[in-house]
């Protein structure tokens, strides 16, 4: 069914164009890669796979509660719109929210992809090429596998939330080849792997778990390659020039911190904007969500030497600070660690069916 059919609220022209500034580079020097982002190319050869294949699209899913999403964890829980909700209308908030979020996970792969291809164009360094090309797989996989998912299961989509197509936007049209990985790689990623990681780890629902598990698998990959390359090119900046980045690293984070939180949803239910932004404030749930979004960010950030007075003070002011001194290469390791095991646990089931069945065909055959 065309995604047009389907979109809770008009998405406007079906095309957007962002006009690119700024060099594609060709280097000539083929024998000269870092051995650790060839490593990286290498494993992203290795771990490609097919999520026509890998995820089991016959499981069924609810979509007036497609991820068991809790009453309490609902923005409009306790309100007087709440209290005048049928099971009904609450479902169908649940289904609102989920093809939001899930939209936004879509439409931010898509944003991936298209910055690892002007990554491919423009970073001057042959083997982050090679790496990003992979990457480039990796995103249209995602994206394929969001869309199947909000076409077949969901059943609506959300148009891009404006903050995200702003920063994605921003992101784009600096000609700097290192934007598109700070932008995208850094933040929009960083976000998005929080997000992925705090529905992964609630949901009992078994779809979107694996959809989750398997994506973030690949997103570990991607983070290492931002980390790698910016660590290594931040070392040659000026402090002007990382003072530069932090400022752009600032205003992204408050703008995804404050407008990133589904408000829209609520208005398509009727409710006043104000009210809306009120009760997105005030929803206890929705503040530890959104501190949570930034565990990948700042310790990443931290990690590449982007770690000026002004920047710590304002995760200080978000109260995310101390998540600076997380472990990320744990914490990548345990996403590829879930998703190996979750894989491990399903063909253990199918091997037991398997072998349940041919139990069952040898009886069948013994008593007739
Ligand atoms: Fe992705
Ligand atoms: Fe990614």
Redesign the pocket.
């Known amino acids: 069914m065309p995604t047009y059919d389907l979109y809770a609220s008009d998405p406007g022209d079906p095309l957007w164009q962002v006009p690119a500034t700024g060099s594609a580079r060709f280097g000539w020097e083929y024998d000269d890669g870092r051995d650790r982002l060839l490593a990286l190319y290498q494993k992203g050869k290795d771990k490609q796979w097919d999520g026509q294949k890998r995820i089991d699209w016959d499981l069924e899913v609810d979509p007036a509660d497609p991820l068991g999403t809790p009453d309490e964890s609902m923005s409009l829980y306790g309100t007087k719109y709440w209290a005048k909700m049928t099971d009904k209308d609450k479902g169908e908030l649940r289904k609102h929210y989920a093809s939001w979020q899930f939209s936004q996970f879509l439409h931010g ?1 898509q944003g ?1 992809m298209v910055c ?1 291809a002007r990554i491919v164009e423009s970073v001057p360094d042959l083997d982050a090429k090679f790496y990003s090309a992979t ?1 480039v797989m ?2 249209a996989r ?1 994206a394929e596998i969001y869309g199947r998912f909000l076409h077949e299961k969901i059943g609506m989509l959300y148009p891009i939330n404006d903050n995200l197509q702003a920063l994605l936007g921003d992101t784009l049209r600096d000609s700097r080849w290192d934007m598109p990985y700070l932008g995208m ?1 850094v933040l929009i ?1 960083g976000l ?1 792997l929080a997000a992925f990681g705090m529905i992964r780890d609630t949901t009992d629902k078994p779809l979107p778990q694996q959809i989750l598990a398997y994506v973030m698998q ?2 570990a990959r ?1 983070v290492a390659f931002g980390r790698m390359a910016l660590r290594d090119y931040y070392r040659q900046l000026s402090d002007a020039e990382l003072r530069e980045r932090e400022e752009f690293v600032i205003e992204g984070c408050y703008l995804m911190r404050d407008r990133l939180r589904g408000v829209e949803v609520l208005r398509n239910f009727g409710i006043p904007a104000a009210e809306a932004e009120e009760y997105s404030e005030q929803s206890e749930f929705l503040a530890l969500f959104r501190r949570l979004l930034f565990s990948r960010i700042v310790p990443c950030v931290k990690d590449i030497g982007l770690w000026g007075t002004r920047l710590q003070q304002a995760y200080v002011d978000m109260g995310v600070f101390e998540m600076g001194d997380s472990n990320l290469d744990l914490l990548m390791a345990q996403d590829e660690e879930i998703a190996e095991r979750l894989d491990a646990e399903r063909f253990a089931v199918e091997e037991r069916e398997r072998v349940t069945e041919v139990a069952e065909a040898i009886e069948a055959g013994g008593s007739q």
């Open positions: 792969e991936a690892a990457q990796d995103e995602h790689q990623e998005a690949d997103e991607h």
